[in-house]
């Protein structure tokens, strides 16, 4: 199978789901909410950092319920329109 490339938006988006997790993790350590998500530590650091843009949905799923987010809430952060509220609301 091979793998399309990302566009940027879909790294932008990426982005996006890192720091909105990050956010959401606040002081509780990586190891701890990979842990309680059932994922690995590296797979939560790729993830925040971006690195894994498009994680499979019941990896973000469980993220979710680890960090007491919304599927709603991580929808919006995702939604490719996101950025462009983003940067006029900057303007």
């Known amino acids: ?48 950092t971006g690195r894994i843009p498009t994680p499979a949905f019941f990896t973000v799923s469980a993220l979710a319920a680890a960090l007491d987010l919304s599927l709603d809430t991580l929808a919006s952060a995702a939604r490719p329109e996101a950025a462009t509220v983003a940067s006029t609301a900057a303007t």
């Open 1 to 48: 199978m091979v793998r399309v490339p990302l566009t940027p938006a879909d790294r932008e988006r990426g982005e996006r789901l890192g720091r909105l997790l990050r956010d959401a993790r606040g002081d509780r350590s990586l190891v701890e909410v990979a842990a309680a998500a059932g994922i690995s530590a590296e797979t939560l650091r790729k993830i925040e």
